[in-house]
């Protein structure tokens, strides 16, 4: 028995999302409930997907299937598809289970000829209307189908006005439409090597659906499906739809229309209509639309009738409706409705409304709001109309989101000092490092030439809330004479640009930015995000003032302070740089012995910020050539300082150097080599915890992170330094308190041995960016550089750093879990890699039970929403 590739509306229903996609199953339902709706047929996601199993073909069955279902059609509205007297024309529409705006244009009036037009004209009694139809679907199906500029026929359409001296396409008599088309087939003919426009309907038809399918891979959906982690192998479904015409003169229109505003979430209907127009009239902009209000005056029944339905489809589907409606001569038909796209404010506003009004649940509530869209309400943004206004130079990943707007400055100090005048700085650097920390600070946005989503900079920015635009290559820098090119533009120090780090657009000049609301209904999605979810959500934060940032966000504490990033201070860099390159152990000490007071004074802040929730601190983790002056100025000032000459600085930096750090001296190795770096940290981390609790009673439990450990005995040397040092200040101190020793999994052996490290290691916390790293065997920093190749040939369909790879990366995460446990029953997990504020990995994490997620201070809500989906949709 043959396979079920097309179904007809009436066969189908809002369950069947999957099969006809979303635009079909709600036309199916649309047609059970009733509704005005051009009858028609869909052709389903699974022949979508058959026709790139078959090397980009429509097989015989599929189109035998679509002819059937055209011949239906046909009976139905008592018209013949390509006859010359009365035709049937129809519109083809793409759909995918998932919505995906703007990612395939529609083809309307398909089915016209040379001859049938004029039969149409005749039928109609109204030739304009004829000849408009037809040049428009020239210009469409040369544009969607055959990939025509649509720039070609709007030059030709504006020299026509022009020389007729008229304003409005709809000025344009019959016999001006006629010269149109004409002029339009000559394009054609031109850009398709001589081939004529096709005049066989049927030839229309399956060029068009193979054109929809194809839309499925063309570049911008891809982009599309990999930013809202939309799997490839979904494919998109085609529907063929009776046409209704809007543009057969007064009494005609179309328009769009929601049952709640888009961007406010405010109840009542928001939309805009034309009248004599087709349905892109109203998104291109040639002609200013009325708001759907004005519909009352010029056709009341009309606009009585269209309300009426548009609140029954808010009522069936119990969500804000996007509607699309065509009126042909006073008669009302739907297009199309679908859960409306909303901003993140106009979400939580509708979802808190709809569960006021006795719509939905709590539950739902918390279910229809995207948690990636909560950065919305955490960032700055553009004001919308400065941000029309303003010039886009160039555009790279969208690395941190939020919109900045400032002088460009090229190295951390200068970025520090302009800062501290009251100037609004945008970083903008070949790289950043760990020593750019401070003008990172300092700055609003920052803008990377090199680096991915999870380069130094991205990762640094997400923690500070800053916006960042990374891994731009178009970028030509010159540093040394502080000036970069880009956009056919060039751009000293001090000149303005502005980032929008959640599109990664860069703008000339200085556009207004405004800062972003949180307002009452955001408290109440997070209370009830709160009561479902069964995750933890700690922060990953280094300064009281992050700590301070992530605990209003909702941090349960924190799950990394990264010690490294306390050493960057001016005052403290001196110090470690003089531990470094002290020659005996001795000498190390003393210079660990200057920084312990700093190091105290951080934890005991970030303590006393934390209000007894628990803190992980990770000890130091970078090669120690990170912390190395690079500036002569600075090594001479050491050498100063240590009584050496610059050229033995000079020479043990040298040392230093290494061919790959991320798998050289780092990590748990230092604490081996260094047994005196542990030491500090674990009497720094004891006697903060001891001061703390002596001074605000809080009772705090320390949780001693050793990283990059690959193997147990690593682990059981560096934790007997630590339990010597811990008991030798509580004896000092005379007070004992518990603290717990753990490690962090990002190597594949230490997940691999995860049951053998467990006997030592009191908690795990999976660095899933250093596991990911070692895994593929990709550093983050350059696997920019070919990542885009590796989508394009479907190799990956998202980013391994920014989303969990689950089939490789998670097996070892959920391999060590269940064998951690194997030994350890009460083993606390965590992961503290950029994947734990990324929704989809955060889902991963609940269904295999680890204990919390960690990430930066503003994603924090973001993860909290995502844990609550997690747990109702895997009840």
């Not at 189109?63 to 390509?82: C, M, P």
């Not at 929809?212 to 930013?227: E, G, H, L, Q, T």
């Not at 992050?546 to 201070?569: P, Q, Y």
Request: aromatic residues 8%.
């Amino acid at each position: 028995m043959s396979k079920k590739w097309v179904y007809l509306f009436r066969e189908g229903n809002a369950e069947m999302r999957n099969l006809l996609g979303g635009k079909g199953a709600n036309l199916a339902e649309m047609t059970n409930l009733g509704l005005p709706i051009p009858q028609g047929f869909t052709v389903t996601t699974e022949a979508c997907t058959d026709y790139y199993d078959s090397g980009k073909k429509i097989t015989d069955e599929i189109q035998g299937q679509i002819f059937e279902a055209l011949k239906w059609l046909e009976q139905e509205n008592g018209r013949t598809f390509g006859d010359t007297e009365n035709p049937l024309l129809v519109s083809v529409r793409s759909g995918a289970r998932a919505s995906m705006p703007g990612m395939m244009d529609t083809i309307l009036n398909l089915g016209l000829n040379d001859v049938s037009v004029e039969g149409f004209a005749k039928k109609t009694g109204n030739a304009r209307f004829a000849y408009d139809s037809y040049r428009r679907f020239i210009q469409m199906f040369s544009d969607v189908v055959m990939e025509v500029p649509k720039s070609f026929f709007e030059k030709i359409i504006d020299e026509v006005k022009e020389a007729k001296g008229v304003h409005y396409d709809t000025e344009l008599t019959a016999e001006d439409l006629k010269e149109l088309i004409a002029r339009f087939k000559g394009v054609y003919k031109e850009a398709m090597k001589g081939e004529e426009f096709p005049q066989d309907p049927r030839v229309q038809l399956m060029e068009a659906v193979k054109a929809v399918f194809r839309s499925w891979d063309n570049p911008r959906a891809i982009v599309y499906r990999r930013m809202n982690d939309i799997p490839g192998d979904w494919g998109t479904a085609v529907n063929v739809q009776t046409m209704v015409f809007g543009n057969m003169g007064d009494t005609s229109g179309t328009g769009v229309a929601f049952t709640r505003n888009p961007s406010t979430g405010e109840r009542g209907i928001f939309g805009e209509y034309l009248i004599n127009a087709q349905g892109e009239d109203v998104v291109a902009g040639v002609r200013t639309p009325q708001p759907i209000a004005k519909l009352a005056e010029d056709m009341p029944e009309c606009y009585a009738q269209f309300m009426e339905l548009a609140m029954k489809l808010e009522n069936h589907y119990r969500d804000m409706q996007d509607m699309e409606f065509t009126i042909q001569e006073g008669k009302l038909y739907f297009l199309q409705t679908r859960n409306g796209k909303r901003t993140a404010p106009a979400a939580i506003q509708i979802a808190c409304d709809l569960v006021d009004e006795g719509k939905i649940t709590p539950e739902e509530a918390v279910c229809r709001i995207d948690a990636k869209s909560l950065d919305q309400l955490l960032h700055p943004t553009f004001d919308e109309d400065a941000l029309k206004a303003g010039e886009v130079i160039g555009s790279a990943l969208p690395a941190s989101p939020g919109a900045a707007a400032g002088k460009v400055y090229f190295t951390a100090d200068e970025a520090k000092m302009a800062h501290a005048k009251g100037e609004r700085v945008i970083l903008v650097r070949l790289e950043t490092s760990p020593e750019d920390i401070e003008g990172m600070h300092a700055a609003e946005g920052i803008l990377t030439v090199r680096g991915g989503m999870t380069s130094h900079a991205a990762v640094v920015a997400r923690g500070m809330g800053t916006c960042c635009v990374s891994g731009c290559g178009e970028i030509k820098i010159n540093e040394e004479e502080k000036k970069f090119e880009l956009g056919g533009h060039t751009f000293t120090e001090g000149d303005y640009i502005s980032l929008d780090g959640s599109t990664g657009k860069i703008y000339k000049g200085d556009i207004k930015t405004v800062e972003a609301s949180v307002s009452g209904n955001f408290g109440r999605i997070m209370m009830w995000a709160d009561r479902f979810r069964k995750l933890q959500v700690r922060t990953n934060a280094d300064t009281p003032a992050d700590t301070e940032n992530a605990v209003k966000l909702g941090a349960e504490g924190i799950g990394l302070c990264r010690t490294e990033h306390m050493f960057f201070e001016p005052d403290r860099i001196p110090k470690i740089r003089k531990m470094i390159l002290s020659e005996t152990q001795e000498a190390r000490e003393e210079a660990l012995m200057e920084l312990l007071p700093f190091q105290k004074e951080d934890f005991k802040r970030m303590y006393k910020a934390l209000r007894g929730r628990p803190m992980t601190v990770r000890y130091l983790d970078p090669p120690l050539h990170e912390f190395v002056p690079t500036d002569p100025e600075d090594i001479k000032a050491l050498a100063e300082d240590m009584g050496l000459t610059i050229e033995q600085v000079q020479a043990k930096c040298d040392e230093l150097h290494e061919f790959n750090p991320m798998m050289g001296h780092r990590g748990c190795r230092l604490a081996v080599t260094f047994p005196e770096i542990a030491k500090m940290q674990t009497r720094a981390v004891i006697e903060a915890a001891i001061e703390v609790k002596e001074e605000c009673g809080y009772d705090i439990v320390p949780e001693i992170m050793v990283p990059l450990v690959g193997d147990k005995k690593e682990l059981k040397f560096v934790k007997e330094v630590i339990d010597q040092t811990a008991k030798a200040v509580m004896e000092e101190k005379e007070l004992y308190i518990n603290y717990h020793v753990g490690t962090m999994i990002e190597i594949p052996r230490a997940a691999l041995l995860a049951d053998e490290v467990a006997e030592e290691a009191e908690f795990f916390s999976f660095g899933t960016n250093d596991l990911t790293q070692m895994t593929f065997g990709f550093s983050r920093d350059d696997a920019g550089k070919f990542l885009s190749s590796y989508y394009e040939s479907k190799i990956y369909e998202s980013d391994p750093f920014a989303r969990l790879d689950q089939n490789g990366v998670g097996q070892l995460v959920k391999m060590a879990a269940e064998k951690g446990r194997s030994v350890r029953k009460d083993l606390k997990l965590g992961i503290c890699g950029e994947h734990g504020g990324d929704p989809s990995s955060v889902e991963f994490c609940h269904k295999v039970g680890l204990t919390y997620v960690s990430c930066s201070p503003f994603r924090v809500p973001i993860a909290r929403l995502a844990a609550a989906q997690a747990a109702l949709n895997n009840k």
